[in-house]
């Protein structure tokens, strides 16, 4: 029916056809609902709202998604705020952009708001709702009735309530989920419709568009659900199938509150918690988490032999008050602090690191720890704190670093639009950043002694937030605004809020590390992802612990002791018939392979051979200097990560580019197989004219001894009888020529064996 038209007669035309005969482009189905949706506006006792009515069914729809019109540059010529963060803006775009033709309001059948979505007209993102829907009538009844803005008054959402919010359901089953909004006018409206569900663990439970749960496989998730920019969680446990005695978990051990929640918890799942570690088990295990170090042949003995009924508290505190305690956890403090001479001079570098490693000889409680960072002023020289903000320069930055480090919260995506599943507004991501926006700092990052860096506060600037191109009130997340005239300095406020025992972050974040460290699995995962729609495997043990932290004054030894003497963490790593399948919930130990600076130290330990480590530091592409650490060193006493290491490199080590607890990977790879069967690192230290095999061949030790400072400086454990007779008699029966090379073999055998290669 349509040609092409050009110029004046031929718009004119295109008009007139339109006006006349566009009823033929809508079904009469289409024209049906328009009719009632505008006899509804008429007789409506309560005009629509796009903030509450309208708003929320585009979100539903996918309509301001990512995929979609909430795309950055968005889609076909028609941007929409992401998840509808924006709503005025939204709007504006609806209704204005485009010269108004996207809102018919003597019509609304023919407004392509409505046209497209149902299929009326061609539209690329598919079929979004039918003409005969609740929501196609809904958004024409607010055409209808002038398609009115947002207002002030228009009723907002103060909190979001689920029910059920906890689901107890066997694979198969399922449970719908029901969503109530609360306005601040104190009404309730079920909005499960409008509701975008998630599921948080899909092989315990998945949930569809409804909110019908469907419970496929046994333990713990959770469902969030969202609605303008709310959040909510409904738990789903799913029972394993076994049936476990009650007796079982009342008779079992407590040692502390932890063992306590955890017992409740295996209970709830039907789950049998693993007998207790044997001592030469917990010797290893206790050593490797505490200190990163492998116990000596001679340490071994002694505790083995060691009778005493409290031995193994005995040995958690002197580990805790240990040097090698000092060495492992100023490594790791490093990690999470970034010091790399990549991005910093080497002398900034040394003094970064000794501020760290003084922190924890001292034993400083984290929240001085954190608050003498946030608050750093001064020469790089003489506070390494300062190098914080050398390596985060920006405002943008600093936050974002400061919240991943120290909240376990990710903030980013708050820079450009209010986080699409998250809590966090965009005005509260810049009113955050402004906290730091009169920083000021002289002097270069890769400066050297002559030229130290300097960081200094001034009283005056702004931090402009660029949707706005006003700067917000200057506050922390969720915290109270502090004046733009204030003068004092706004990171004090930023620090007195972040360090706060009521902080409902700080605490728990410090906990999840400390926890994952020690169990290998943290309470929640990632551990530096404690967002709202992730929550923790075991709530109330979290919760737990952080107050336990909280109340010893952010004592991180005492919350380690804790958790060292808990029987939880003393479980045996092998796993019993009701509790083979959990990965979560700490029914066991869960072995997991060494990290990389870890088993490079264990190797150099048990061949006695050090590893040899040089550093070439470079700034601004320009290589700085070259320079060798002290034979002796280890991996985990090197204060930057910018030491060339192959061994590092492959096996996962952090490169402290960015603040991620992904930056280190303990995942397997070829690499890693290849290296330890046939690389270099292994071989050499074997090999090596001076070294533990060529001590034993000097001093003619006995095949016996052989073997069983093997298995005690390696394994921590004397080797069974099969296992010492079937190798004494393999080095007996070697010729002179051969009993090096059996011996090399016989290490390489044992340093290659999962038993060596995994904490358990």
């Not at 907002?156 to 969503?179: A, C, F, N, W, Y």
């Not at 025992?501 to 943290?522: C, D, H, K």
């Not at 709530?539 to 109340?551: C, K, N, P, S, V």
């Not at 002290?630 to 960015?658: K, M, Q, W």
Request: charged share 25%.
């Amino acid at each position: 029916m349509f040609k092409v038209f050009k110029g004046y007669q031929g718009l004119v035309l295109f008009v007139f056809t339109v006006v006349f005969f566009g009823q033929t482009l809508f079904s009469e189905k289409t024209m049906a609902a328009v009719v009632d949706s505008q006899e509804t506006a008429e007789t409506s006792p309560s005009r629509l709202s796009f903030r509450n009515d309208v708003q929320p069914i585009l979100t539903k729809r996918g309509c301001n998604s990512g995929a979609c019109h909430g795309a950055a540059a968005g889609k076909g010529g028609f941007k929409l705020s992401l998840r509808g963060y924006d709503t005025p803006r939204d709007y504006l775009a609806i209704t204005r952009d485009a010269r108004g033709r996207r809102i018919e309001l003597a019509d609304p059948g023919r407004s392509l708001l409505l046209a497209k979505p149902s299929g009326a007209i061609r539209h690329k993102g598919g079929l979004r709702f039918e003409v005969d829907s609740n929501d196609y009538r809904t958004i024409a009844t607010w055409i209808a009735q002038g398609a009115q803005p947002p207002r002030d008054k228009d009723l907002q959402v103060v909190r979001l309530t689920v029910k059920p919010d906890h689901i107890v359901l066997q694979p198969g089953t399922s449970e719908s989920l029901r969503v109530q909004a609360h306005f601040d006018d104190g009404s309730t409206v079920d909005v499960t419709r409008w509701s975008m569900f998630t599921s948080t663990n899909e092989i315990v439970a998945k949930v569809d568009e409804s909110g019908l749960a469907h419970v496929h496989g046994h333990g713990e998730g959770a469902v969030s659900a969202w609605y303008q920019s709310r959040l909510v969680m409904a738990r789903v446990s799913s029972p394993y199938a076994q049936q476990v005695p009650r007796s079982v978990h009342e008779q079992a051990v407590q040692a502390n509150f932890i063992d306590r929640l955890n017992l409740a918890k295996l209970r709830e799942l039907n789950l049998a918690p693993s007998p207790r570690s044997s001592d030469a088990e917990f010797l290893r295990r206790v050593y490797l988490d505490t200190i990163g170090t492998l116990p000596t042949a001679n340490q071994t003995r002694e505790f083995l032999a060691d009778k005493a009924m409290d031995k193994r508290n005995q040995l958690i505190d002197q580990l805790l008050n240990s040097k090698a305690y000092v060495d492992y956890w100023s490594y790791k403090w490093s990690d999470l602090f970034l010091v790399d001479s990549r991005q910093l001079h080497v002398e900034a570098v040394d003094s970064y690191y000794a501020w760290i490693r003084g922190n924890v000889e001292s034993n400083t409680p984290w929240d001085e720890f954190v608050r003498a960072v946030v608050l750093a002023t001064g020469s790089s020289q003489d506070n390494g704190a300062t190098c914080f903000y050398a390596i985060h320069q920006d405002p943008e930055n600093l936050i974002e670093n400061v919240s991943k480090a120290f909240l376990g919260l990710s903030i980013a995506c708050a820079k450009c639009h209010n986080h699409p599943l998250e809590k966090w507004t965009n005005d509260q991501y810049y009113a955050m950043a402004n906290l730091f926006a009169r920083v000021r700092s002289k002097g270069s990052v890769t400066g050297g002694n002559d030229q130290p860096r300097i960081l200094y506060v001034v009283d005056k600037g702004e931090l402009i937030q660029p949707l706005s191109g006003k700067p917000q009130p200057p506050a922390p997340l969720d915290g109270t605004p502090i004046p733009f005239d204030a003068t004092e300095d706004r990171r004090i406020h930023l620090a007195n809020w972040l360090t706060s025992p009521e902080n409902p972050y700080f605490s728990r974040a410090i906990t999840n590390r400390i926890w994952a460290n020690f169990l290998g699995v943290g309470l929640v995962e990632p551990v530096d992802d404690l967002r709202v729609t992730n929550p923790a495997s075991h709530e109330e043990l979290l919760t737990a612990a952080a107050r336990y932290l909280i109340d010893h004054q952010f004592d991180l030894k005492a919350l380690m002791r804790v958790i060292l003497r808990s029987e939880l963490y003393q479980r045996t790593s092998q796993p019993v018939a009701e509790n083979a399948e959990e990965q979560r919930f700490y029914a066991r130990y869960y072995p997991r392979r060494l990290m990389a600076e870890i088993l490079l130290d264990a190797v150099s330990q048990v061949t006695e051979v050090p590893t040899v480590f040089n550093q070439t530091t470079v700034a601004n592409t320009r290589v700085q200097e070259t320079k060798a650490y002290p034979i002796g060193t280890r991996a985990i006493e090197l204060r930057d990560a910018a030491v060339v290491s192959y061994f590092l490199t492959a096996f996962g080590r952090n490169e402290r580019a960015i603040t991620c607890e992904c930056e280190r990977s303990n995942e397997p790879s070829m690499v890693q197989v290849m290296h330890i069967h046939n690389g270099n690192t292994i071989n050499e230290k074997l090999q090596a004219e001076k070294g533990r095999i060529t001590r034993f061949l000097q001093q003619e030790t006995p095949d016996e001894l052989i073997v069983e400072e093997a298995y005690l400086s390696m394994l921590s454990r004397y080797p069974t009888d099969v296992e010492r007779a079937g190798i004494v008699t393999v080095l007996a029966e070697s010729s002179s020529t051969q009993r090096r090379a059996v011996i090399e073999d016989v290490y390489w055998a044992i340093i290659s064996s999962r038993e060596f290669l995994f904490n358990h």
